[in-house]
């Protein structure tokens, strides 16, 4: 079988080279190339593709910016595929890791500096048969479900629809209308949501009131998605457990905010997919859509020109 | 169907109560039971049970204490059982808490201010794709395997055979005898083998220093196991990423170890089973047995007096 010739740009790296030879790909000029892996942003992007690539790979999972250029539209005939569920597998490690590390109280542990076993003991929960509401249920929430399963949790899941999420360890999914019900019925939440003015402050203050007081809180989508404000006097009241941010509101979080110096706030810097990580999950990405299309199979991440995603 | 009559004793809470009457069983005396559930150690045990007692339930996973007791010579027609594998589930999310906080830079993130995104993404790290080393595949070992399958890790698990474990995400199963082969072809490792004189000190110096600079050994078996003074060594030199441990040697650890100062060192005071989730575990393996019993179906954890065990 001949290899497929595919191009590689702007940057060339030993990893991406590597995805693509071995997924029956041949690393081949843009001119004689039949499709293109583009591993940067649209700036610098062929102004006019040769009329031999078929096929686009981009390198990001949200490919807005793409939008506001006349890519899409001058090349009517090529297929372009984003990124899109690539991340998703970190960003869900990520929000468990943080559900964990509070859930099982690895912050007052660090603060502790002498043996205090039965005090330090009886903060330490379980997501064993906790109920975990997962609100969003796209590439993130359903990685994350596919964690949190083995554990033990029971996983509310809410999407837009409500269509039903076949997942082992799901006993319920709701559409977001639903919302309303989730809090109260809940011991933690994850938040992994599209930020839209449908679900600006989706968690404010009535809805923190109805979590439980060691329910754990949990944002890796966007900060907009939390009433700052009213986080940060549940925390400071210890009416639920704690929270995990990866997202913020501002972000970047200006010094002195007070969710620096919460005892019960775990904020990392929206840096659950860097640059490290992102590099080799984004080639594996490139491996699968290769190997699919040297195969003539669909592939995976496609951008809807017409709907605009 | 007759609901079976169970005796719980010497302590009664409502969560065991619920267990046994939720599985088919009903709450009698001793004098009218055919089971007993002991929530105790062998202090207060009856010095002789009735006839009619087929089966004692007893409270720990680990029952070398009532050994030292006459308690089953006493009873050669009764079938004891213990609560092996009860509280597995609760110490491999543990394990598995202490191995995400390390890979993905908690402590660092924890320590932070400010808003550092590049600096603190660069020490992130992923249990994808990484060879974690679970070393004593018992019933924690293959709990904490099903929690490290979903996140993507490669699994070499090792016991004392080497028969081979049938789970997803082992991608190899070493014996005991194999193990000097294990450090240097991993990137974490999770000790969950018996304290026994072949395990002390399985990882000592010449173990840590095969082992990688982005590496995380967790502890959640024995103390004796590592030799903490090249744990420390290593630790403090940075040569390996770092440690966390739920059990260490001495134990108590004592006020001013170096352990507990060290950025890289997280510790947790034995406390991956604490009481309060002790007790909930115990009543869902009740439950299980109450369950069997009432069917006739056989039960687990069952001790083999003759074997010593």
Not at 159 to 183: C, F, H, K, M, Y
Not at 187 to 216: F, M, N, Y
Request: aromatic share 6%; net charge negative; hydrophobic share 45%.
């Amino acid at each position: 079988m001949t290899a497929t010739p595919i191009a590689l740009g702007p940057n060339h790296t030993p990893l991406l080279e590597q995805a693509i030879t071995g997924a029956g790909g041949e690393l081949a000029d843009p001119a004689d190339a039949r499709a293109l892996i583009w591993n940067a942003g649209p700036e610098g992007f062929p102004e006019r593709l040769p009329e031999n690539i078929e096929w686009v790979q981009l390198f990001s999972a949200g490919v807005e910016e793409w939008f506001d250029t006349p890519v899409f539209d001058r090349h009517p005939n090529v297929l372009f595929t984003s990124a899109a569920g690539a991340f998703a597998g970190t960003v869900a490690e990520h929000a468990l890791m943080l559900l964990l590390a509070g859930v099982r109280a690895l912050p007052e542990h660090l603060a502790a500096h002498s043996w205090r076993r039965q005090e330090l003991g009886r903060s330490i929960g379980t997501l064993r048969n906790a109920t975990v509401a997962v609100v969003g249920a796209g590439g993130i929430g359903r990685e994350l479900i596919a964690l949190l399963a083995p554990l033990g949790s029971r996983v509310i899941a809410v999407n837009r629809s409500g269509t039903p999420i076949d997942l082992p360890g799901v006993v319920e999914t709701l559409p977001a209308q639903r919302l309303p019900e989730v809090w109260s019925r809940t011991d933690h939440v994850v938040i992994a949501a599209p930020a839209t003015p449908g679900t600006r402050h989706l968690l404010g203050k009535a809805e923190l009131a109805q979590l439980k007081s060691h329910s754990w809180v949990v944002n890796i989508a966007r900060g907009t998605l939390v009433d700052t404000d009213a986080l940060v006097e549940a925390l400071r009241a210890g009416t639920i457990g704690g929270a995990g941010l990866d997202v913020t509101d501002p972000e970047p979080l200006p010094e002195g905010h007070p969710l620096w110096d919460l005892p019960n706030a775990l904020v990392t810097p929206h840096d659950s997919n860097p640059p490290q990580l992102r590099t080799v999950a984004f080639a594996e990405h490139v491996a699968e859509n290769v190997s699919r299309f040297t195969k003539g199979r669909e592939l995976i991440a496609r951008i809807d020109v017409a709907a605009g995603y």
